[in-house]
Each structure stands twice: as structure tokens, then as C-alpha cells.
């Protein structure tokens, strides 16, 4: 079992930036995507950005062209990236841990607030 710690939440205006950090307790990018997920009050827990074993990236529509999601192998440490920060990017942000398409491990989840 992998441990995922997430890290760099917090309250940030609108236009902002933020870079989430999500600490692996070892070195697993060789062998699982790893992806944010987020989820806001009353809704549903959605994929945002995903970043696969051979590099390649997808985002939410919501999302793309703000976040950008990127990995440390040395650090066993993913990132993401978030600029011009909308109101509506607020909700709990989750690191999650993925082999064959399949979740493995889920951080504990950071929240991230967007208000002036």
C-alpha cells in the first residue's frame, strides 16, 4: 500500500495561483498514473487533471489551459499547478493513485478556497 500526502491548500483570491504538492511514500510513478481529483460542497468528486507513467496528460475542460499537472521522480512527489484561480475551483483537492485505470490510494485531500 502506497501512502498519499497532499499539501498546499489554502485561501487564495480571485486570478491567484496555487501549486498543490502530493508526496508519495514511495516510488511508485513507474507503475501508477497518478491524478487530482476535486470535490465541492454538495457535489460529486470529479477527475481534473491526470498525468499517466509515459508523461502524457489530460485535463477537465474546466480546467484546461489553467492547471497544469507535472512529477518529481526523485522527490516521489506530483504537482499541480493552478493559475487564474476562479471561484468556482474551490473544493477539497484530492491525490489519487492509479494502476490499470483502477484507484489504488487516495490522499487525505487539501482545501482550496477562492474568495476576495
Known amino acids: 500500500q502506497v501512502q498519499l500526502v497532499e499539501s498546499g491548500g489554502g485561501l487564495v483570491q480571485p486570478g491567484g495561483s496555487l501549486r498543490l504538492s502530493c508526496a508519495a511514500s514511495?516510488?511508485?510513478?513507474?507503475?501508477?498514473?497518478m491524478a487530482w481529483y476535486r470535490q465541492a460542497p454538495g457535489a460529486q468528486r470529479e477527475l481534473v487533471a491526470i498525468?499517466?507513467?509515459?508523461?502524457?496528460?489530460d485535463y477537465a475542460d474546466s480546467v484546461q489551459g489553467r492547471f497544469t499537472i507535472s512529477r518529481d521522480n526523485a522527490q516521489n512527489t506530483v504537482y499541480l499547478q493552478m493559475n487564474n484561480l476562479k471561484a468556482e475551483d474551490t473544493a477539497v483537492y484530492y491525490c489519487?493513485?492509479?494502476?490499470?485505470?483502477?484507484?489504488?490510494?487516495w490522499g487525505q485531500g487539501t482545501q482550496v478556497t477562492v474568495s476576495s
Open positions: 498525468i499517466t507513467t509515459g508523461d502524457n496528460t
Open positions: 514511495r516510488n511508485i510513478f513507474s507503475i501508477y498514473a
Open positions: 489519487n493513485a492509479k494502476r490499470g485505470g483502477t484507484s489504488v490510494s
